[in-house]
């Protein structure tokens, strides 16, 4: 199983790796590679005391199998915070293609 891993640099040189949910666990060290190891050793810690990691699947969106929409899939059309954002990553998007 991987996962997503965040790598920060920090002051001094120094990186931070973090996991997120469902895990929130971060761990530091002078190198990437040391502070993704870190990281593991954590993790491995976590699962050492009985807890478990596993994924699940859903039948939306397999082939074969009729589509049924969630319930506010559509609210994103009149919420103003999404709209918003979308503007704010429009403005981004046109502030980095600027010469």
């Known amino acids: 199983m ?3 891993v965040l ?4 002051p001094g ?17 002078a190198t990437v590679e040391e502070a993704t190891r870190e990281l593991g050793a954590l ?3 976590m699962l050492a005391c ?3 990691i596993t994924t699940i699947g859903t039948a939306i969106g397999k082939a074969g199998q009729p589509g049924c929409p969630l319930p506010a899939d ?3 059309q009149t919420d103003w915070v999404f ?8 403005e981004g ?3 980095d293609e600027a010469p």
């Not at 790598?7 to 920090?10: E, F, M, Y």
């Not at 040189?13 to 060290?29: H, Q, T």
């Open 2 to 4: 991987e996962i997503v």
């Open 7 to 10: 790598l920060d640099p920090l």
């Open 13 to 29: 040189g120094r990186f931070r790796a973090r996991a997120g949910d469902p895990l929130n666990l971060a761990a530091e060290g």
């Open 43 to 45: 993790l491995n810690a």
């Open 50 to 52: 009985g807890r478990q």
């Open 74 to 76: 559509n609210l994103y």
């Open 83 to 90: 709209r918003e954002l979308q503007e704010a990553v429009a």
């Open 93 to 95: 998007r046109r502030q």
